[in-house]
């Protein structure tokens, strides 16, 4: 209730109606991990079985090698319950409840699920994937790979109750769930606020939120007011982020070059004024003198991919078209717009990578949040980069730091240039210079990874 109450929502009734989303659905999402396109708001009913089973495969070495004959008339309970089930005479409640608790892993999917005696024996839980690191979630134990089963059974369940579709074209759910997903697509709703850089006014933030869920965020129907279109915009905002007359993708777009500047100068790279926007024909790449081709930025001075220059494009896309559907491939496909932006920044580039004299970055994101391959690769890269001459005892502890600030940057940029297109009449702030001074290294917030 009082999650509904911050998203300024009405009864159930008139949600279903004005939003075309139902509580059911929605709410679901919300109660998701925020690396599966949620809120972050557990559901601890979900993952209760998940929670109960790790409890005692996490300890069941220690209670062994601390009370031997206890620990061995528990392995036999648990190992009994087991074989001939929860059900079998003489079993303590405690012990079925862990055995229940198992099999109700086994049907959600659960792969290769250790034997209790394989737990006394001290069987580590597998290690957490690159894409399921993020920040504030705690990952040691059995419990995460667990309740990870759990969750990825609701988030294939709630991409089965987006599933809907219409004459003209596939409804958007799908596309913007998998579009909330990956790899620190929802950073901003853990960021730090410590700087004005990393902080969404009430507004920004609960646009960013309806939109994330699926919720109208617009009251009134306006006309767009880009040249020659004049279409209705619709109530989730669109037709405005998709619509390429009305100059709103152009102020989004500045907006993400001057945060990846930010990024990279604070990264040890140098940024100056002449390297924005930049023509390839004036890089040091053989080109022809009339080659009218643009780079976003051009970055030299940084450690990562072999000390190259990096040449990017930045780019800013929606999985949803101005019309309300979803763009072909984007509700099967996680990331199939950015990896369609990525090959045609490739094919337009191609002298950059077959010269070898720089490195080309397609330094994609879509606008509910989701990341390109090239920047969740070289975020982490930079930041390990720029803490590499520190003391040991500080490095990893830099390290992650930096890349959480980066993160934040980043993310928070995205929704607050996505929110301002959104709900902005008319008109784009282009911003032309670094977003706030760069701080120390002791001035950054401890982050947990």
Known sequence: MEFRSLLGLASAEHDAILHGVTDDVWARQAKMPVRMGGCGLRDSIRTAPAAYWASWADCLRSLHGRCPQLGHVILNALTTAKSLGPAAPGIPQGIRAAAQAGQVLDALGMQSRPSWQTLCEGAPPPRADAPDRVPGEWQQGWQHSASSVCEQHEYESMLRALTATSAAGPLPG???????????????????????????????????????????????????????????????????????????????????????????????????????????????????????????????????????????????????????????????????????????????????????????????????????????????????????????????????????????????????????????????????????DPPGLADLPVSAF
Do not use: K
Request: glycine share 10%.
């Open 174 to 436: 799908r596309a913007r769930l998998r579009s909330s997903s990956g790899p620190y697509a929802g950073t901003w709703l853990t960021t730090c606020p410590s700087t004005e850089q990393l902080r969404l006014t009430n507004a920004e933030m609960l646009c960013a939120l309806r939109r994330r869920l699926g919720l109208a965020v617009l009251a009134d129907a306006p006309v767009c007011n880009g040249r020659g279109c004049h279409q209705r915009v619709d109530a989730h905002g669109h037709h405005r982020l998709a619509c390429n007359r009305s100059g709103r993708a152009h102020g989004r777009h500045r907006g993400l070059i001057a945060a990846w500047r930010q990024v990279f100068v604070e990264a040890g790279g140098a940024v100056p004024d002449r390297n924005i926007e930049r023509m390839l024909r004036d890089t040091h790449v053989p080109v022809p003198p009339a080659d009218m081709r643009r780079l976003d930025l051009v970055v030299p001075g940084l450690g990562v991919d072999r000390g190259l220059p990096l040449f990017c494009d930045v780019t800013c896309v929606t999985p949803i078209t101005a019309r309300g559907f979803a763009r072909p491939g984007a509700t099967t496909i996680n990331g199939a717009i950015l990896r369609d932006a990525t090959r045609d920044n490739v094919a337009t580039y191609r002298e950059v990578a077959e010269s070898g004299l720089g490195s080309l970055l397609c330094l994609g994101c879509e606008v509910f949040g989701r990341w390109s391959d090239d920047v969740v690769r070289v975020v982490p890269a930079m930041a390990a980069e720029r803490a590499r001459g520190l003391p040991p005892l500080v490095r990893q502890g830099a390290t992650q730091a930096l890349a959480a600030r980066w993160w934040g940057v980043l993310a928070v940029a995205t929704q607050r240039l996505v929110a301002r297109a959104v709900l902005r009449d008319a008109g784009a702030d282009l911003v032309t210079t670094l977003l706030e």
